[in-house]
């Protein structure tokens, strides 16, 4: 137990914002470094002494499904980073800007002019929305791995956080989680996210194949609550519309996530590796999307909904100073 709260604490140390790729904006200043590597090293020197009383597995298992994800390829490249895989599927709700409005912290604006330069056909008076449910795969940093975990809820791009009518930040305020996983259940709570413990189907992967189907690729997601009546299911199928450019959502993907605004969470989805260029790395999908989770005050159901089903590594760092990414425009 003692070691797995110390995992925790280096898995999401905000250190490893200085050992990354960063945008110039990034940069912290060098007092803040000094705390955070001072921070850093002496958490690492209790986890080693921890280990060497308590033991050190290297990877205990939450339960006894194999996923069929694919290994992470970056952690070698970047092994003192904080990387995984993150397969499922993204998709797009419209829906109105007077909901956003409504639904999103009024202290926040929302970047219409933002969103619009990348859509520039998205109907008038409607707001991009996206629901994505995903299954983090092979997350590890230092040579340290955590469990596998699914997630899933309904984000809000495109919002002006710093009120500097250009920076994009996506406001995601609940997840839905698979509950025993403590390291991803308190690493989300910790940005003020409504977190939600909840079993998955499938367990162990992003999706799974419908059998039988009408319609080619068909797969679906489910998750559930296990306290409340939150939960989130997904159908979607393959279809040759490209509704919105693969430039989108490289966009709203890498926009700096926050809850509660005190600090943001910076996960760089790279789309430039095998995972992501292999045949049918990409799909674009069609579905229906079912969901009870706040802000929404009852459940919702959209249909026709458009998305890509997708395999990406990432770089992730966490807890950084949300003002640092002022000007910051994302993947672009």
């Known amino acids: 137990m003692w070691t797995t709260y110390f995992d925790v604490a280096l898995l999401s140390s905000p250190v490893l914002a200085f050992l990354t790729i960063q945008h110039p904006k990034m940069h912290s200043k060098p007092s803040s470094l000094q705390y955070f590597l001072v921070s850093f090293v002496s958490l690492l020197f209790l986890r080693c002494a921890a280990s060497t009383y308590f033991g050190t597995p290297q990877h205990t298992s ?19 980073n904080a990387t995984g895989t993150l397969n499922g599927t993204v998709a797009v709700i419209p829906i109105s800007l007077k909901l956003a409005r409504q639904l999103i912290p009024p202290q926040y604006g929302i970047l219409e002019h933002a969103y619009r330069a990348l859509l520039p056909n998205f109907p008038q008076g409607m707001y991009p929305a996206i629901v994505q449910a995903v299954h983090d795969h092979e997350v590890q940093a230092f040579g340290y791995k955590i469990d596998d975990f699914s997630r899933t809820g309904i984000e809000f791009p495109f919002v002006d956080l710093l009120n500097d009518n250009h920076t994009s930040f996506k406001w995601a305020p609940s997840l839905i989680m698979s509950a025993g996983h403590d390291i991803a259940l308190k690493g989300a709570a910790d940005y003020g996210t409504n977190v939600f413990p909840a079993t998955f189907e499938p367990g162990c992967d992003a999706y799974r194949a419908v059998p039988k189907a009408k319609k080619p690729g068909t797969t679906y997601f489910s998750a559930r609550s296990l306290t409340g009546a939150e939960g989130l299911t997904t159908l979607f199928s393959s279809t040759e519309e490209e509704l919105f450019p693969l430039s989108f959502f490289k966009n709203f993907t890498n926009q700096p996530t926050f809850a509660d605004g005190k600090t943001c969470d910076n996960m760089i989805r790279l789309f430039n590796t095998s995972l992501t260029t292999a045949p049918n790395g990409i799909e674009r999908v069609k579905g229906t999307v079912r969901a009870t989770i706040h802000p929404f005050a009852e459940e919702q159901e959209w249909r026709n909904v458009y998305g890509l089903r997708m395999d990406t590594a990432f770089i992730e760092n966490n807890y950084l100073s949300c003002e640092d990414f002022r000007g910051y425009s994302g993947l672009e």
């Open 62 to 80: 939450l339960s006894v499904c194999t996923t069929v994800d694919q290994p992470n390829p970056i952690a070698s490249i970047y092994p003192n």
